[in-house]
């Protein structure tokens, strides 16, 4: 009798949330993906990235008188000479298309940015969760404010570094400054600054993914700031020394700025 008893007592069944399996099994379907498939895919969002940033080369081809007239601002008035009118010269017959192509390229580049930025994300998000996937416009929007920001002061800062190489020598060499020269020193200068100020970008996407945490960057501060300022001296091809300052305060101020944004982020 006491066994009946036990047979017909009902056993607790196992509470399960059918709705959270299915969207989690949906997740995973998604996400998952051989290593042919990702190579396609990321050959895909390479060659897009490349349409755009041709597509901006050739806009830039366009204006590329515009173009040069600007950058060519931070040069000394002094450098005006009756023989060159004051312009950067050219040392070959194809090297005044070569210049203007590979302004135009890196222009290119800068306006093709935000759908670079979107490829990438678009590429990583499969991998991440639906909470992450939500940051995906704010990821490309801070990340073309940042690198428009750091271009920009890279752009201010360019004629102490360009000033005092011209005036280094002056008195015992007449210079005279190559176009190739020049505008390879302008591209690395300034993109280096657009580089540097994506550091809250990168910091924050990596303490999104859980590889590091706003204590771990707390306690690594004082390293990570010496380690910037040394990094500054070497990023900025000039001897001056303003460059440097420029960017190790920039540096450091974003670095703390990554910590703010990834304590509001983890909230």
């Not at 360009?162 to 400054?177: C, H, K, P, R, Y």
């Not at 657009?194 to 970008?201: D, H, K, N, R, S």
């Amino acid at each position: 009798m006491a066994k009946n008893e036990i047979d017909e007592q009902e056993l607790p069944s196992p509470s399960y949330n059918d709705d959270d399996d299915v969207e989690e099994e949906e997740e995973d379907n998604d996400s998952s993906m051989t290593l042919i498939e990702h190579l396609e895919e990321l050959r895909w969002r390479i060659f897009k990235s490349i349409i755009a940033i041709v597509v901006g080369a050739c806009a830039a081809f366009v204006f590329r008188g515009q173009v040069v007239k600007f950058l060519e601002l931070p040069l000394p008035a002094k450098l005006a000479d009756p023989l060159t009118g004051g312009k950067v010269v050219v040392t070959g017959l194809t090297e005044g298309f070569t210049v203007y192509l590979l302004i135009s390229i890196a222009v290119g580049f800068v306006l093709a940015l935000p759908v670079v930025l979107y490829q990438v994300w678009a590429f990583i998000s499969p991998g991440l969760l639906a909470k992450e996937k939500k940051y995906a416009i704010p990821f490309i929007f801070v990340g073309l404010v940042l690198f428009a920001a750091g271009v920009s002061l890279g752009y201010i800062v360019l004629q102490y570094p360009v000033q005092w190489l011209v005036t280094f020598g002056s008195d015992n060499f007449a210079e005279l400054i190559s176009a190739g020269s020049y505008f390879t020193f302008v591209a690395f200068f300034m993109l280096a600054f657009g580089v540097v100020f994506e550091i809250p970008l990168v910091l924050t996407f990596l303490a999104q993914i859980d590889l590091i945490t706003s204590k771990t960057l707390a306690k690594k501060r004082a390293i990570a700031h010496v380690s910037m300022w040394i990094a500054s001296t070497f990023l900025t091809p000039g001897a001056d020394i303003y460059s440097p300052i420029f960017l190790g305060v920039s540096m450091s101020f974003l670095y703390e700025l990554s910590i703010i944004f990834i304590k509001i982020i983890k909230k």
